[in-house]
């Protein structure tokens, strides 16, 4: 009698931990998830942020170049220093 309740507590314990692991292995499985798309929106986020570096530099090398232009210091119609205040806005 002993014996089987032993045998039966051995078999229970088994399949709970069986249980158990199966379960762990499901969390594992949603969180290796999680992190891949926290790699992936990385990826995409340095990929933006390079090119938006990109584009400021070509815009800075821009207004360098136009600081440069000959008449930069004549005076502006209202028209022309209103599309260069709006250009210059960070």
Known sequence: MIRA???ALVAVTAICGGLYIR???AELAEE???VSAYQEAAK???AHVKAV???REKWRS???ELSTVEGRDEA???YERAVLDRVRKP
């Open 44 to 46: 995409v986020l340095s």
């Open 5 to 7: 309740l032993a045998i």
């Open 76 to 78: 502006l119609n209202p």
């Open 62 to 64: 821009v207004a360098e």
């Open 23 to 25: 379960q762990i292995k």
């Open 53 to 55: 570096e990109t584009e």
């Open 32 to 34: 290796r998830a999680k």
